[in-house]
């Protein structure tokens, strides 16, 4: 027996998968929640990310498959920035440097750094930039470029001590295997980096500030591999700590949102993975290069090799969600807690003619990733009135994630870029059947929703399967180990006026 283990960093917590690589079984698994959690400003502890790297590869190995173990692959949220000093160092451990918020990690929803993002905006379309092609003619502060020139402000002292500049799975894929390898996904996406194009031009680099280029290169160095690449060996000394052989490979570290695609399958041109947790993240694959304005990435290889992936998603969806449903207290959760039921599912029951909904909301609680990219938009609701019920405004906030998907996927029709299948993943999906069939309902098409607990995580394992040698691709990965149970939602025919209404409702507001 062959088997590989995919372990996922999310927001909140992180999840673990020992598979079989010639059935798919998943053989064991674990969550773990992190301690600390995350604060409101997007700064994130180090040591969670630490501790659970250890207890999920100790949880997923008992003793009688730790001999199996071939590969390992971790994918993390993105852009989640850990910066390291020349010894391999986090700096939040440093203890002259730990208790200086520019040390910290910062997650993906960490937004201080929009200033910077605009600086750097304005200077690129003044240049002529050619990397904003591929970034749909946006920047984001989620990404690497405004987080390094806000810290360069606002601490030199952290950034005179920062000798790489770290994703977070580029991160724990340097404490496996002790090599710093830069992920594609990550450089591509959230680094203005291509392979085509390499980096930004000197000439706008050093006009953010002077000698800026050559310090971005620096901290942004290092060889960039693909999807499924072998980035090296499981270190010796966490060999002889969890018990595993010394050949075991560990791929290259992935995004998050991009791991799921694998073992749903979506693979081929024409396909599209939706992922959907406390935000949500939208891949599409393409055989030719298409320029989409609004849409924050498109890169050769960056999801699936020999293919263009389409990058795209929503800063705020289960994140939106928990907000309403602690905001709205009451008789929900006391209802929901004698039940021994989520709110959520005490919201969605009161729910009887969605097609009706005069509530719309806009979903933009945590800014805008795509069309437009701009996060310091914020949400919006419209249509209340004293009669209003906490179900309506809940299901507006539903058909708000569902619109979003769908200007996304309306702004790639615009260029060429078209949609065969659409899949989904993630915690939410299983959870929340109303969500998905809206999705279906206001997309117009049929959504496979995957019966899988841990498609991110699955999906890193199909990856590691490849970094180890097994395949020789994610789609022969797939055959072998990928989700084969679908739930079919297929959109409302009955109501296709009224959902189409809908639709054009909320897209006017986002106007």
Same mark, same amino acid.
């Given at each position: 027996?062959?088997?590989?283990?995919?372990?996922?960093?999310?927001?909140?917590?992180?999840?673990?998968?020992?598979?079989?690589?010639?059935?798919?079984?998943?053989?064991?698994? %674990?969550?773990? +929640?992190?301690?600390?959690?995350?604060?409101?400003?997007?700064?994130?502890?180090?040591?969670?990310?630490?501790? !659970?790297?250890?207890?999920?590869?100790?949880?997923?190995?008992?003793?009688?498959?730790?001999?199996?173990?071939?590969?390992?692959?971790?994918?993390?949220?993105?852009?989640?920035?850990?910066?390291?000093?020349?010894?391999?160092?986090?700096?939040?451990?440093?203890?002259?440097?730990?208790?200086?918020?520019?040390?910290?990690?910062?997650?993906?929803?960490?937004?201080?750094?929009?200033?910077?993002?605009?600086?750097?905006?304005? &200077?690129?379309?003044?240049?002529?930039?050619?990397?904003?092609?591929?970034? *749909?003619?946006?920047? @984001?502060? $989620?990404?690497?470029?405004?987080?390094?020139?806000?810290?360069?402000?606002?601490?030199?002292?952290?950034?005179?001590?920062?000798?790489? !500049?770290?994703?977070?799975? $580029?991160?724990?894929?340097? +404490?496996?295997?002790?090599?710093?390898? +830069? @992920?594609?996904?990550?450089?591509?996406?959230?680094?203005?980096?291509?392979?085509?194009?390499?980096?930004?031009?000197?000439?706008?680099?050093?006009?953010?500030?002077?000698?800026?280029?050559?310090?971005?290169?620096?901290?942004?160095?290092?060889?960039?591999?693909?999807?499924?690449?072998?980035?090296?060996?499981?270190?010796?000394?966490?060999?002889?700590?969890?018990?595993?052989?010394?050949?075991?490979?560990?791929?290259?570290?992935?995004?998050?949102?991009?791991?799921?695609?694998?073992?749903?399958?979506?693979?081929?041109?024409?396909? !599209?993975?939706?992922?959907?947790?406390?935000?949500?993240?939208?891949?599409?694959?393409?055989?030719?290069?298409?320029?989409?304005?609004?849409?924050?990435?498109?890169?050769?290889?960056?999801?699936?090799?020999?293919?263009?992936?389409?990058?795209?998603?929503?800063? *705020?969806?289960?994140?939106? &969600?928990?907000?309403?449903?602690?905001?709205?207290?009451?008789?929900?959760?006391?209802?929901?807690?004698?039940?021994? #039921? @989520?709110? %959520?599912?005490?919201?969605?029951?009161? #729910?009887?003619?969605?097609?009706?909904?005069?509530?719309?909301?806009?979903?933009?609680?945590?800014? @805008?990733?795509?069309?437009?990219?701009?996060?310091?938009?914020?949400?919006?609701?419209?249509?209340?009135?004293?009669?209003?019920?906490?179900?309506? #405004?809940? &299901?507006?906030?539903?058909?708000?994630?569902?619109?979003?998907?769908?200007?996304?996927?309306?702004?790639?029709?615009?260029?060429?870029?078209?949609?065969?299948?659409?899949?989904?993943?993630?915690?939410?999906?299983?959870?929340?059947?109303?969500?998905?069939?809206?999705?279906?309902?206001?997309?117009?098409?049929?959504?496979?929703?995957?019966?899988?607990?841990?498609?991110? !995580?699955?999906?890193?394992?199909?990856?590691?399967?490849?970094?180890?040698?097994?395949?020789?691709?994610?789609?022969?990965?797939?055959?072998?180990?990928?989700?084969?149970?679908?739930?079919?939602?297929?959109?409302?025919?009955?109501?296709?006026?009224?959902?189409?209404?809908?639709?054009?409702?909320?897209?006017?507001?986002?106007?």
């Amino acid at each position: 027996m062959k088997t590989v283990i995919g372990l996922d960093y999310g927001t909140q917590a992180a999840r673990g998968v020992l598979v079989d690589a010639e059935s798919g079984q998943v053989l064991a698994s %674990h969550s773990f +929640r992190y301690p600390h959690g995350n604060t409101v400003e997007g700064l994130a502890c180090l040591e969670d990310y630490e501790q !659970a790297l250890g207890e999920l590869l100790f949880a997923v190995t008992p003793p009688e498959y730790r001999k199996t173990v071939e590969g390992i692959c971790v994918d993390a949220t993105s852009l989640t920035l850990v910066c390291v000093d020349q010894d391999g160092r986090a700096l939040s451990r440093l203890p002259e440097l730990s208790d200086r918020p520019h040390a910290q990690v910062k997650l993906w929803k960490y937004h201080q750094a929009e200033p910077y993002a605009r600086e750097a905006l304005s &200077l690129a379309r003044k240049l002529g930039e050619p990397f904003l092609e591929r970034t *749909g003619g946006s920047i @984001s502060s $989620e990404w690497t470029m405004p987080k390094l020139l806000e810290i360069r402000d606002g601490d030199p002292l952290c950034y005179e001590r920062m000798d790489y !500049a770290l994703d977070l799975c $580029e991160y724990l894929t340097f +404490r496996l295997t002790g090599r710093v390898v +830069r @992920s594609m996904g990550s450089m591509c996406y959230k680094g203005l980096w291509s392979q085509e194009l390499g980096f930004p031009s000197g000439g706008f680099l050093n006009g953010l500030r002077p000698g800026f280029s050559g310090e971005y290169r620096r901290r942004l160095r290092g060889p960039v591999l693909r999807p499924g690449e072998r980035a090296g060996n499981l270190k010796p000394e966490l060999c002889y700590r969890f018990g595993l052989k010394e050949s075991v490979a560990v791929a290259t570290g992935l995004l998050d949102g991009h791991t799921a695609l694998a073992a749903l399958g979506a693979v081929k041109p024409g396909d !599209a993975a939706l992922v959907v947790g406390t935000s949500n993240v939208l891949t599409i694959q393409s055989s030719a290069l298409h320029r989409v304005e609004g849409i924050c990435g498109v890169a050769l290889d960056g999801q699936v090799p020999g293919l263009y992936g389409i990058d795209a998603g929503q800063s *705020g969806t289960g994140d939106m &969600l928990e907000w309403f449903v602690r905001l709205l207290g009451g008789r929900v959760q006391e209802e929901a807690g004698q039940r021994g #039921i @989520s709110s %959520h599912q005490v919201l969605t029951e009161q #729910i009887r003619r969605p097609w009706e909904n005069p509530v719309t909301a806009v979903d933009w609680w945590n800014g @805008s990733r795509n069309v437009p990219c701009d996060l310091g938009l914020r949400g919006i609701l419209a249509g209340l009135s004293l009669d209003t019920g906490p179900e309506e #405004i809940y &299901l507006a906030l539903l058909q708000a994630m569902a619109c979003g998907t769908r200007e996304i996927l309306e702004a790639c029709k615009k260029q060429g870029v078209v949609v065969k299948r659409m899949f989904a993943a993630g915690g939410i999906t299983g959870k929340n059947p109303l969500l998905m069939q809206e999705y279906a309902n206001l997309l117009n098409g049929l959504v496979l929703v995957g019966k899988v607990e841990e498609g991110p !995580a699955l999906g890193s394992a199909l990856f590691a399967a490849v970094a180890a040698g097994i395949y020789g691709t994610a789609a022969e990965a797939y055959g072998h180990m990928g989700v084969r149970e679908f739930v079919r939602y297929e959109p409302d025919p009955e109501h296709r006026e009224a959902y189409e209404a809908l639709y054009w409702r909320n897209h006017r507001l986002r106007r």
